[in-house]
């Protein structure tokens, strides 16, 4: 599978972005799906992740209640809603595969992060 993430940009402190991470190659829907943020200089961390038919979701303490995880595999797509967004949410978004257990959050447990999308937080 191919993954391709876009929808970052630059915002307000307190607004909202939607970013899409969009599948190609191979089938969708068996795949728990992620998301990660770096930001410059700094180690890929976990936002949230999603299992295979949408139905359960689990996300870092920094994010939750923020951010929302969803996913449409008609659409083979996987989305991060994210509102009321800080400063320190500027980074680069990846999607990714989970390839090991469900809860899993370190970078190494997802694989095939194809290309980030920028966000930027201006205070």
């Known amino acids: 599978v191919q993954l391709q993430a876009s929808g970052g940009g630059l915002v307000q402190a307190g607004g909202s972005l939607r970013l899409s991470c969009a599948a190609s190659?191979?089938?969708?829907?068996?795949?728990?799906m992620g998301w990660f943020r770096q930001a410059p200089g700094k180690e890929r961390l976990f936002v949230a992740a999603i299992n295979r038919a949408g139905t359960s979701t689990y996300y870092a303490d920094s994010t939750e209640g923020r951010f929302t995880i969803s996913r449409d595999n008609a659409k083979n797509t996987v989305l991060l809603q994210m509102n009321s967004l800080k400063p320190e949410d500027t980074a680069v978004y990846y999607c990714?595969?989970?390839?090991?257990?469900?809860?899993?959050?370190?970078?190494?447990?997802?694989?095939?992060w194809g290309q980030g999308t920028l966000v930027t937080v201006s205070s």
């Open positions: 990714g595969r989970l390839v090991t257990v469900w809860g899993a959050r370190r970078p190494s447990d997802y694989d095939t």
């Open positions: 190659g191979s089938p969708f829907s068996v795949y728990n």
